[in-house]
Protein backbone atom coordinates (compact mmCIF):
# COMPACT_ATOMS: atom_id res chain seq x y z
CA UNK A 1 0.00 0.00 0.00
CA UNK A 2 1.39 3.77 -0.75
CA UNK A 3 1.16 6.54 1.75
CA UNK A 4 1.94 10.26 1.35
CA UNK A 5 3.37 12.19 4.20
CA UNK A 6 3.86 15.96 4.63
CA UNK A 7 4.70 18.24 7.49
CA UNK A 8 2.64 20.54 8.63
CA UNK A 9 3.03 23.06 6.08
CA UNK A 10 3.09 21.36 3.58
CA UNK A 11 6.76 22.06 2.07
CA UNK A 12 8.13 18.70 2.84
CA UNK A 13 6.35 15.73 0.99
CA UNK A 14 6.80 12.00 0.63
CA UNK A 15 5.49 8.50 -0.57
CA UNK A 16 6.09 5.27 1.65
CA UNK A 17 5.07 2.32 0.08
CA UNK A 18 4.66 -1.48 2.60
CA UNK A 19 1.98 -2.80 4.92
CA UNK A 20 1.59 -0.65 7.60
CA UNK A 21 1.10 -3.17 11.24
CA UNK A 22 2.49 -1.49 13.47
CA UNK A 23 4.32 2.10 14.76
CA UNK A 24 7.03 2.09 17.39
CA UNK A 25 7.39 4.43 20.03
CA UNK A 26 11.58 4.77 20.77
CA UNK A 27 12.06 6.04 24.56
CA UNK A 28 15.70 7.94 23.53
CA UNK A 29 16.79 11.21 23.88
CA UNK A 30 15.55 13.02 21.00
CA UNK A 31 12.04 10.30 20.46
CA UNK A 32 11.03 10.72 23.63
CA UNK A 33 11.38 14.69 23.09
CA UNK A 34 9.32 14.60 19.75
CA UNK A 35 6.77 12.44 20.23
CA UNK A 36 6.62 10.54 17.10
CA UNK A 37 5.60 7.02 16.20
CA UNK A 38 7.88 5.75 14.01
CA UNK A 39 7.77 3.44 11.01
CA UNK A 40 10.76 2.05 8.94
CA UNK A 41 11.25 0.96 5.39
CA UNK A 42 14.41 0.15 3.59
CA UNK A 43 15.15 3.06 1.51
CA UNK A 44 13.45 2.21 -1.99
CA UNK A 45 10.03 1.99 -0.77
CA UNK A 46 10.53 5.65 0.06
CA UNK A 47 10.41 8.86 -2.45
CA UNK A 48 10.94 12.16 -1.38
CA UNK A 49 8.84 14.67 -3.60
CA UNK A 50 10.38 17.67 -2.25
CA UNK A 51 13.81 19.50 -2.97
CA UNK A 52 16.37 18.62 -0.37
CA UNK A 53 16.93 22.33 -0.31
CA UNK A 54 13.38 22.61 1.25
CA UNK A 55 14.66 20.25 4.31
CA UNK A 56 17.18 20.84 7.57
CA UNK A 57 18.70 17.87 8.67
CA UNK A 58 19.91 17.15 12.96
CA UNK A 59 22.82 15.02 13.61
CA UNK A 60 23.59 14.42 17.16
CA UNK A 61 26.45 11.74 19.11
CA UNK A 62 27.96 9.38 16.57
CA UNK A 63 26.42 11.20 14.05
CA UNK A 64 24.79 8.23 12.06
CA UNK A 65 20.92 9.18 11.91
CA UNK A 66 20.28 12.02 9.96
CA UNK A 67 16.91 13.28 11.29
CA UNK A 68 14.81 15.43 8.58
CA UNK A 69 12.68 18.37 9.49
CA UNK A 70 10.83 21.28 7.65
CA UNK A 71 12.72 24.47 8.43
CA UNK A 72 9.50 26.43 8.31
CA UNK A 73 6.98 24.71 10.56
CA UNK A 74 9.41 22.64 12.30
CA UNK A 75 7.87 19.19 11.87
CA UNK A 76 9.92 16.12 12.24
CA UNK A 77 8.96 14.30 8.83
CA UNK A 78 11.75 11.18 8.62
CA UNK A 79 15.27 10.11 9.41
CA UNK A 80 18.08 7.96 7.76
CA UNK A 81 19.97 5.94 9.04
CA UNK A 82 21.19 2.33 9.30
CA UNK A 83 19.89 0.05 11.54
CA UNK A 84 20.82 -3.36 12.62
CA UNK A 85 23.41 -3.10 9.29
CA UNK A 86 20.95 -2.17 7.11
CA UNK A 87 19.98 1.20 5.26
CA UNK A 88 15.85 2.37 6.58
CA UNK A 89 14.30 5.33 6.34
CA UNK A 90 11.88 5.69 9.46
CA UNK A 91 8.58 8.31 9.00
CA UNK A 92 7.00 9.91 11.63
CA UNK A 93 3.76 8.14 11.00
CA UNK A 94 1.99 11.03 12.58
CA UNK A 95 2.36 12.50 9.23
CA UNK A 96 1.04 9.94 7.29
CA UNK A 97 -2.08 11.19 5.78
CA UNK A 98 -5.49 9.26 6.36
CA UNK A 99 -4.51 6.50 8.96
CA UNK A 100 -5.90 6.32 12.21
CA UNK A 101 -2.55 5.66 14.47
CA UNK A 102 -5.11 4.49 17.66
CA UNK A 103 -6.02 1.36 15.56
CA UNK A 104 -2.72 0.11 15.30
CA UNK A 105 -0.41 -1.90 17.54
CA UNK A 106 1.86 0.11 19.39
CA UNK A 107 5.68 -1.51 19.81
CA UNK A 108 8.00 -0.07 22.78
CA UNK A 109 11.34 0.54 22.04
CA UNK A 110 14.34 1.23 23.99
CA UNK A 111 16.21 2.86 22.61
CA UNK A 112 17.46 4.82 25.25
CA UNK A 113 20.00 1.55 26.37
CA UNK A 114 21.91 2.02 23.08
Known sequence: MKFT???????????IEGELTQVTECNCSICSQKGA?????PPDRFRLLTFQEKMATYTFG??????????????HTFAEGVLSGNPMVVVNARC???????????????????
Do not use: M, N, T, Y
Open 5 to 15: GSCHCGQVVFE
Open 37 to 41: LLWGV
Open 96 to 114: LEGVELSSLPLRHFDGRSL
Open 62 to 75: AQAIKHRFCPKCGI
